[in-house]
């Protein structure tokens, strides 16, 4: 079972920056990412769908923090990072890391994993 956990949420006012990590990792078997992604899901809104990576650093982003989010794969350390820039109030949600791709266990087969989140807070 591939894990991931995500880090860096916190309080931050707006305008201000912070930078979210989500770690992959499986114990026992070799696994390999092809997709990792970042969801975020307000209070009282559904679960939406904000940045997205690829293995080969292709990148697509909500218009809604198009310029201001940055996401970015180290495949090395099978880790995605995201970096909020210029934050605005309605930011604020939990935010969730997905991650996809093969695992050995120890056939190859596919693995589509979620982090628990990590909370993000921006006051205006």
């Known amino acids: 079972q591939v894990q991931l956990v995500e880090s860096g949420g916190g309080l931050v006012q707006a305008g201000g920056s912070l930078r979210l990590s989500c770690a992959a990792s499986e114990a026992r078997f070799s696994f390999w990412i092809n997709n990792m992604d970042w969801y975020r899901q307000g209070p009282g809104k559904q679960r939406e769908l904000v940045a997205s990576?690829?293995?080969?650093?292709?990148?697509n982003y909500d218009d809604s923090v198009k310029d201001r989010f940055t996401i970015s794969m180290d495949n090395a350390k099978k880790t995605a990072y995201l970096q909020m820039d210029s934050l605005k109030p309605e930011d604020t949600a939990d935010y969730y890391c997905n991650a996809r791709g093969q695992v050995a266990d120890p056939y190859i087969r596919p693995f589509d994993s979620w982090g628990q989140g990590t909370q993000v807070t921006v006051s205006s």
């Open positions: 990576v690829t293995g080969h650093g292709s990148t």
